[in-house]
C-alpha cells in the first residue's frame, strides 16, 4: 500500500512538472511572437529604432513591454510608437526603458485637490517600503495603505498619480523598471481597497528625482508619491504615462 501511495505521488510530481513546463514554454513563445509582431509594426512605421522587450524585471515573459532605444525621437514619435505596440493583439500597458513621457493626452495641468494635503501628511513620517530589491509590500506599508485608501475615498473620481522612485545603486534601466513595478503593486493594493482603477495612473522615474535635500545615492529616496490632481475622471489608457522630460 505504501509502495502504491509513493508512486502515484511520483506520478503526480511528475505530471506537476510537466504541466509547469509547458505553460512556461507557451509564454516564451508568445512573448517571441509579441517580440516579432511589435518589431513589424515599428518597423513598417518607420520606428525601426525602438525595441520591444516582452520581459518583466525578472526576465520571464510578459504581456507588459518595455520600449528602449529611440532617444532621439520627439515625443510625439515615442507616443505613436507606445500606442501602435499597445494596439497588437495580446499587448498589455506599455512603458518606456528611461521613464520619459510615452502617451501624451494634450490635458491642461489641474491644481491639487485637499486630499492631496491628508495623504502627504500621512507620508509625512512614515514611508510605503517593500523588501529590498523587490516590489513585495513590507507589513506595516499594508497598513499605512489602508490609511492612504481612507484618505483618497472623499476624492473618487480625482486622476491620483502614483510614482515610484529608487535611489541611485544599481543600473538605472532596472531602476525605473522596479519604480514601475514598485508603483503598480501600490496601485493594484488601493483598488483593492476601494479605489476605482479608473482614476489610479502607475509611474516609475527609477532614481531621476530624488527628495529634497537627498542627495541620489541616499535609501531615502526609495519612495512612493501621490500626486491627486483633478475631479474629472479621465477615459483610462491602456499606456502608464511616466514622467515628463
Not at 511589435?38 to 520600449?67: C, I, K, T
Not at 494634450?106 to 495623504?119: I, R
Not at 500621512?122 to 517593500?130: A, G, H, Q, S, V
Not at 523588501?131 to 513585495?136: D, F, L, T, V, Y
Request: glycine share 8%; net charge negative; proline share 6%.
Amino acid at each position: 500500500m505504501f509502495q502504491r501511495v509513493i508512486i502515484l505521488i511520483g506520478a503526480l510530481v511528475v505530471v506537476a512538472i510537466g504541466s509547469i513546463a509547458s505553460m512556461s514554454g507557451r509564454a516564451d513563445r508568445m512573448a517571441e511572437r509579441l517580440s516579432e509582431d511589435a518589431r513589424e509594426a515599428l518597423v513598417a512605421e518607420d520606428l525601426g529604432m525602438v525595441q520591444a522587450s516582452f520581459a518583466n524585471s525578472y526576465g520571464s515573459p510578459s504581456r507588459h513591454p518595455l520600449l528602449s532605444g529611440g532617444k532621439s525621437l520627439e515625443d510625439e514619435d515615442r507616443t505613436r510608437a507606445a500606442q501602435l505596440v499597445r494596439s497588437l493583439p495580446g499587448v498589455g500597458g506599455v512603458n518606456w526603458e528611461d521613464g520619459i513621457v510615452n502617451a501624451n493626452a494634450g490635458e491642461p495641468s489641474f491644481e491639487p485637490l485637499h486630499c492631496q494635503e491628508d495623504v502627504d501628511g500621512l507620508l509625512r513620517t512614515r514611508t510605503i517600503r517593500f523588501q529590498e530589491g523587490s516590489a513585495a509590500l513590507l507589513p506595516a506599508s499594508r497598513m499605512l495603505l489602508d490609511e492612504v485608501a481612507r484618505a483618497l475615498e472623499p476624492c473618487v473620481g480625482a486622476i491620483i498619480a502614483i510614482t515610484g522612485h529608487t535611489d541611485k545603486s544599481g543600473s538605472e534601466a532596472a531602476n525605473v523598471a522596479l519604480s514601475m513595478d514598485r508603483a503598480r503593486v501600490v496601485r493594484e493594493a488601493l483598488v483593492r481597497r476601494g479605489i476605482p482603477r479608473s482614476g489610479l495612473r502607475a509611474r516609475g522615474m527609477g532614481s531621476s528625482e530624488p527628495a529634497e535635500r537627498l542627495t541620489a545615492e541616499d535609501p531615502a529616496n526609495r519612495r512612493i508619491e501621490f500626486s491627486v490632481i483633478r475631479m474629472e475622471p479621465l477615459t483610462p489608457t491602456p499606456v502608464d504615462t511616466p514622467g515628463p522630460r
